[in-house]
């Protein structure tokens, strides 16, 4: 589930902000997408992108981990600061 992958990468410490959403994959039927605001001193990188995803693997079902990571400079939210995860699919 979305935040249940939201939850682990938040512990993270080059996670500022994250957004999960499932995504169609021809392969799979559906595929964990994850759109991440990286905190300050953290490059947004190939290598984050690996450590992000090693993270996920070793906290939670291997399965469950982002296959596909963005980086973002900021995330859609409602006034209240709610997720748009609608915006994000």
């Known amino acids: 589930s979305g935040p249940e992958v939201e939850s682990v990468l938040l ?3 080059a996670v ?3 957004g999960v959403i499932g995504v ?3 392969t ?4 964990v997408k ?3 605001v990286v905190n300050p001193g953290y490059t947004a990188d190939d290598k984050l992108v690996a450590q992000l995803q090693e993270f996920v693997k070793d906290t939670v079902a291997p399965y469950k981990y982002p296959r ?4 973002v400079d900021s995330l859609p939210r409602t006034e209240t600061g709610k997720l748009k995860r609608f915006e994000l699919r």
């Open 24 to 26: 169609p994959d021809d």
């Open 34 to 36: 994850a759109f991440i």
């Open 28 to 31: 799979r039927g559906q595929i």
């Open 11 to 13: 512990q993270h410490e």
């Open 16 to 18: 500022a902000e994250c």
């Open 68 to 71: 596909v990571i963005v980086f």
